[in-house]
């Protein structure tokens, strides 16, 4: 299973699959149209949450942590029950969790559509079903865990507007369904594409798509990120 050789791997520091498959993270660098429907900024609240999974945590973490108006970004699990929110069990496949990433964020600076920008277009690629790049699995799914009716909203809405304007070559394959838990992932996970910049899976796989958000979006981008132990 490729989540039990990212394990072995991480511990002995080689890199993974990226380079053998069609799909690695530089693929990903392109505009797409805004939200049509989305979040009025003006007399919004000052925080929020979105829950977003698209393959492994380690890079969408790194990806958001660069968004203005972000202010925590946390790798975790959803779509199971909390006692099966272990990185080893969620690596069986049976557990029905997706590795995700809990994002909390300043609406009035950076809308709930803005962020499915950055989904969309350069932190994944929602035409692959339950795989990313290297890894495969349910549980390196696309999905969207919406936190209210109007994310729920703006999220079906969006799906349809990239459909009908035929942005991606293939169907999105994108589930959505309202959160039921988010359990943050064991420590090691958290911030490490920060303190691991030259792991080999991080250069190949997550670092390309940081650079593809400062390229495709600069209104959005911002050089130092959050950082999950002085967030607030």
Not at 37 to 61: M, N, R, Y
Not at 76 to 94: H, I, N, Q
Not at 189 to 204: C, E, K, R
Request: proline letters at 6%; aromatic letters at 10%; glycine letters at 8%.
């Amino acid at each position: 299973m490729l989540r039990t050789l990212r394990n072995a791997l991480l511990a002995a520091g080689i890199a993974t699959m990226c380079g053998l498959t069609t799909a690695c993270a530089d693929d990903l660098d392109k505009t797409i149209p805004a939200a049509a429907i989305d979040e009025a900024k003006a007399g919004a609240p000052a925080s929020e949450t979105a829950v977003l999974a698209g393959g492994c945590f380690w890079g969408q973490q790194g990806v958001f942590e660069h968004v203005k108006g972000v202010t925590k970004v946390v790798a975790g699990y959803s779509g199971g029950a909390k006692e099966t929110a272990v990185y080893e069990l969620v690596g069986s496949e049976t557990t029905g969790h997706a590795e995700s990433v809990q994002i909390t964020f300043d609406p009035r600076v950076v809308s709930y559509g803005d962020l499915l920008r950055v989904y969309f277009s350069v932190s994944h690629d929602p035409t692959e079903l339950n795989y990313q790049g290297p890894d495969s699995g349910s549980s390196y799914r696309s999905e969207i865990f919406t936190a209210s009716p109007l994310q729920d909203k703006i999220a079906r809405a969006y799906v349809t507007q990239l459909a009908s304007a035929h942005v991606f070559s293939a169907p999105i394959v994108t589930r959505i369904e309202p959160v039921k838990g988010f359990y943050p992932a064991e420590g090691y996970h958290q911030d490490f594409l920060i303190h691991n910049p030259t792991y080999p899976y991080i250069v190949t796989n997550d670092l390309p798509k940081i650079e593809a958000l400062k390229r495709v979006w600069p209104a959005l981008y911002r050089d130092k990120p959050v950082v999950l132990a002085q967030a607030h």
